[in-house]
């Protein structure tokens, strides 16, 4: 079996592999991590686990798995099998990277993959499967609290999309904002990306994550949600 971890900011996503099947996932606050019963209580009762690949944006959980998983992959832009075409390849997220593969093996270029997560991020492959480089922007959760820390009177609220997009209420107003504004962002940075060249013009547009589906229910512009990207794409550099 095949242990995959992609550690995030919120979050660590973990899934157990029997060859291509996915048998098990689950999920651990990245804050709790260091006290890892979470992680070794998801394995426990799988003693045929013969490889583990990790990819993480968080260097401090990283210290953590390293002594955790002496032997784990560590993925990063060298040993991601595909051309990063940006400045410093060393910046990108291995997250990111891991999806770009993921999206280029299961579906093909070009693509445009979102990831919802605590940052949402864009990513840009073309035909060749090569990394074309991205955008970045705050992600929905951030941008609700961020709402309730820097004002005097609005409330954290649950993020889903009210039944009118006009607000009769300071909680309804703030989830339209919320939802369809993102909505509206994410409309508009699709079709920036798509028209910022040739090489991008026929994306195709695979979103990931876990605000992924929210957001595509109130558009049509997302092809394919595939809410195990990540892991499927660690699988396959693991494999």
């Keep these: 079996m095949l242990l995959a971890i992609d550690v995030g900011n ?36 799988y003693s045929d686990i013969r490889d583990i690949i990790i990819s993480s944006v968080v260097p401090k959980a990283d210290i953590v798995l390293r002594k955790m998983f002496p032997a784990a992959k560590f993925v990063n832009y060298k040993n991601i099998g595909i051309k990063v075409k940006v400045k410093n390849p060393a910046e990108v997220g291995a997250d990111r990277l891991v999806n770009a593969l993921a999206a280029y093996k299961l579906y093909g270029g070009p693509a445009i993959i979102i990831d919802f997560g605590t940052a949402t991020t864009f990513d840009v492959i073309n035909a060749k499967g090569e990394y074309l480089g991205g955008a970045i922007a705050p992600g929905l959760e951030l941008s609700r609290d961020i709402l309730k820390e ?33 909505v509206a962002m994410v409309e508009g940075m699709v079709k920036r990306l798509r028209n910022a060249n ?24 997302i092809d394919t949600i595939d809410d195990t990207l990540t892991l499927k794409g660690l699988r396959l550099l693991g494999s």
């Excluded at 919120?10 to 996932?25: A, P, Y």
């Excluded at 005097?152 to 904002?177: C, D, F, H, R, Y």
């Excluded at 040739?198 to 049509?220: D, E, F, K, M, P």
């Design 10 to 45: 919120t979050s660590v996503h973990l899934g157990l592999f029997r060859g291509k099947t996915l048998v098990k996932e689950w999920r651990v606050a990245t804050s709790r991590i260091s006290g890892n019963q979470g992680i070794r209580k998801g394995v426990s009762g």
């Design 150 to 182: 820097r004002t005097a009177k609005l409330p954290k609220i649950e993020i889903k999309a009210p039944k009118n997009i006009i607000g009769k209420n300071t909680v309804e107003a703030m989830q339209s904002g919320l939802v369809f504004g993102y």
């Design 198 to 221: 040739r090489v991008t013009r026929n994306a195709s547009v695979v979103a990931t994550g876990g605000l992924a589906r929210l957001i595509c229910q109130q558009t049509g512009i």
